[in-house]
């Protein structure tokens, strides 16, 4: 295993394939087939170890660039700026952000929706591991609070992919050239969003 990562846990489930899972807080999961042998995991650590301080590599990078705020401060529109309230409670800082999120894409769906002719439903905000927004087939849209700590122009790109998906509830070519016209830094913001989406 590389050296270094914070964390490093092993489990075995009833899974066909070994993986391995390495995040920005430098913690290390892998998780073993119930048929592997000491040898099959040993040779299976051996092959993954290259990508494995890769990405270790690759998050240190992340949080040596990344906004570092002081126990009163946090991340709002990658900006570090003052807060009220013990930004060392979990709880209460997730409460902030659903807060200023809520408020936010009420108000910046309405306005881009307008702008470029979409009609849309509710907006919801939600806490999800792994997608940063959703749009239904009854038109109803739900944002992850965390990209209030993203640039504006990465928020504005996810708010108009998924009033994109209004029109077009897939991710084929007629989407993609509607967002591009109607984002046309929508690029750049996915190349953000897929260097430091892991930070937020």
């Not at 993203?150 to 998924?162: G, S």
């Amino acid at each position: 295993m590389p050296p270094d990562p914070q964390v490093v846990n092993f489990e075995r489930r009833r899974v066909k394939y070994a993986w391995i899972y390495v995040n920005y807080k430098l913690e290390v999961k892998v998780v073993i087939p119930l048929r592997f042998k000491e040898a099959d995991i040993a040779a299976f650590i051996r092959a993954k170890s290259p990508w494995v301080q890769k990405k270790l590599d690759h998050f240190r990078k992340l949080q040596t660039t990344a906004p570092a705020p002081a126990s009163n401060e946090l991340v709002h529109f990658d900006k570090i700026v003052a807060a009220n309230f013990d930004t060392s409670d979990p709880s209460a800082l997730e409460k902030w952000y659903r807060a200023e999120a809520k408020k936010h894409f009420a108000q910046r769906v309405a306005e881009l929706a307008s702008y470029h002719g979409f009609t849309y439903n509710r907006i919801s905000i939600r806490s999800a591991k792994t997608r940063w927004g959703s749009c239904s087939a009854k038109k109803n849209l739900s944002f992850n609070w965390r990209l209030m700590k993203a640039p504006e122009y990465v928020v504005d790109y996810l708010i108009l992919h998924e009033l994109a998906h209004t029109v077009v509830l897939n991710h084929s070519r007629r989407f993609w050239q509607l967002v591009a016209k109607v984002c046309p830094r929508y690029e750049e913001a996915k190349a953000w969003l897929k260097k430091n989406g892991p930070m937020l």
